[in-house]
């Protein structure tokens, strides 16, 4: 089981207030989640849900992932829990929102979820220690004109997924020259520049062969 808390010393004029808004943008533009936050009288309290129906609802995180952030001095409590999603985060109330660690459930949603918290401490660590200049802050959704589209059930999925979150089928193509992985609807591998597409022609007349043809349509030679 994973702790779902952690300590973090800010940098010199860093605030939590930045650090909050910080992972609002984090979990916005890089995984595709709404998220709303507001100042706490202990530090602050955001919450996250997810705009997409692949892991994310499988896993049980429909509702909201919950980020506290407790200040004391120079140093911030970053837990995350999850729970029901609240309006009244948008508008400045927390008092009635109950708190709850995140609990590691569910063999498929436990690593997930795992995976969630792994990636917000590591955004945090990076973004205090670079004083958040290497992060582009925002509390509103990103626009993911980038989404991969799934082949085989239409669902959107996040450029660096190699396999949909909601079907399993592979969202890259390989080359067949090499064997990278090819993004759909790519016509020549980035890897080696080989064509996507291997067009076969007739040995005798050079024609350009159907796939599963077995004699020339030009010359009438047998395709090897």
Request: net charge neutral; glycine share 12%; proline share 4%.
């Amino acid at each position: 089981m994973a702790d779902s808390s952690k300590v973090f010393r800010l940098a010199e004029g860093m605030t939590v207030v930045g650090v909050g808004e910080a992972i609002m943008g984090y979990l916005s533009s890089d995984h595709n989640m709404y998220a709303e936050g507001t100042t706490t009288p202990e530090g602050y309290f955001l919450q996250a849900k997810s705009q997409d129906s692949g892991w994310k609802k499988l896993a049980g995180m429909s509702k909201a992932t919950q980020v506290q952030i407790i200040a004391s001095g120079d140093l911030i409590t970053v837990s995350i829990g999850s729970g029901e999603w609240s309006d009244k985060v948008g508008a400045g109330v927390v008092g009635a929102i109950v708190f709850a660690p995140l609990m590691f459930t569910a063999a498929f949603g436990a690593w997930e979820q795992k995976k969630l918290v792994e990636q917000i401490f590591t955004f945090t660590q990076n973004y205090i220690a670079s004083g958040g200049k290497n992060v582009v802050v925002t509390s509103t959704p990103v626009d993911h004109g980038d989404l991969v589209e799934c082949p085989a059930c239409k669902a959107k999925n996040t450029p660096d997924k190699k396999f949909c979150g909601e079907c399993g089928a592979p969202l890259a193509a390989k080359c067949p020259s090499c064997g990278a992985s090819v993004p759909f609807g790519t016509k020549f591998c980035g890897e080696c520049g080989s064509p996507m597409v291997i067009k076969k022609v007739c040995a005798g007349c050079g024609a350009e062969l159907s796939e599963g043809t077995k004699f020339c349509g030009e010359c009438g030679k047998p395709v090897a």
